[in-house]
Nanobody, 114 residues
Framework: QVQLVESGGGSVQPGGSLRLSCAAS????????MGWYRQNPGLQRELVAI???????TSADSVKGRFTISRDNAKNTVYLQMNNLKPEDTAVYYC????????WGQGTQVTVSS
């Protein structure tokens, strides 16, 4: 059974930084793509950033220049470094991993407020 365990969410003031981590485990799972999505109540889940095993990344225009995604294939772990956070970044952030099937983490709250 594949599990994604997230950590690193929390509350921060505008302009601050947070780092999210997500470790995938189970059944010799080696995801091709790992990444982060976010969602606010009543809205669709949206892509934040994804990275493949070769390190090729895709990110939303709204986070380019502020967020950096990276991964450690040996640890099956993906990271999201979030700098210069804005109130509009407030959301529940979900880790995602996919090889053939798609898996989601339980979500971690990020709140940006003064």
């Amino acid at each position: 059974q594949v599990q994604l365990v997230e950590s690193g969410g929390g509350s921060v003031q505008p302009g601050g930084s947070l780092r999210l981590s997500c470790a995938a485990s189970g059944n010799s799972f080696r995801p091709i793509v790992m990444g982060w999505y976010r969602q606010n109540p009543g809205l669709q889940r949206e892509l934040v950033a994804i990275v493949d095993r070769a390190g090729v990344t895709t990110s939303a225009d709204s986070v380019k220049g502020r967020f950096t995604i990276s991964r450690d294939n040996a640890k099956n772990t993906v990271y999201l470094q979030m700098n210069n956070l804005k109130p509009e970044d407030t959301a529940v952030y979900y880790c995602h991993a996919q090889r053939i099937l798609s898996y989601w983490g339980q979500g971690t709250q990020v709140t940006v407020s003064s």
